[in-house]
């Protein structure tokens, strides 16, 4: 099972290689990891996607709130938070494919952001889903080059995380 955790920390030096070590150390493997100051300039937000079932979600929550540099850590649930990743792709396009490309851009609401004689590259957002989508669309015109954000999200309805 696939948990996001929204973890607020101190913004300070050294924070993510002590959260990361932790994760290390005890065998968890870290799925997608964003990191970002808050409103608040001392303040960082975490947004850790790990894998387990819910023991092990509660063995990284307890570790993770035992990290001195650590305030708060919230179990995302999927049916109460909105979580988006962002990916730009850079595929092969030329006069012969490129109004193509560009419509599946359009149905999947996503950018082009640069367009050369041979390439152009997009900018998609949405879930995991969308982005896959798109990918798998994208790939027979070969994808040159393509990098993907982790996940952020934050919790529906007035409550924060």
Do not use: W
């Given at each position: ?16 290689s ?10 968890y ?21 790990v894998?387990?079932?819910d ?15 650590v ?11 909105v ?17 193509e ?25 949405g ?35």
């Amino acid at each position: 099972m696939r948990h996001t955790l929204a973890v607020l920390v101190e913004n300070k030096y050294g924070v993510l290689s002590r959260v990361a070590g932790m994760f290390s150390r005890r065998g968890y493997n870290i799925d997608s990891l964003t990191v970002g100051v808050t409103d608040d300039p001392t303040i960082s937000r975490m947004t850790i996607v790990v894998m387990g079932d819910d023991e092990v979600l509660e063995q990284v929550t307890k570790q993770l709130n035992k990290l001195i540099d650590v305030i708060r850590v919230t179990d995302l649930k999927s049916e109460e938070s909105v979580d988006r990743e962002l990916a730009l792709i850079k595929v092969n396009s030329d006069v012969t494919n490129r109004s193509e490309i560009m419509q599946i851009a359009d149905i999947f609401r996503a950018r082009i952001i640069d367009v050369a004689s041979k390439s152009m590259i997009i900018e998609v957002t949405g879930d995991d889903g969308k982005i896959t989508a798109i990918e798998q669309l994208l790939r027979p015109f070969g994808i040159k080059e393509m990098v993907r954000t982790g996940k952020v999200a934050l919790k529906r309805g007035q409550k924060s995380s």
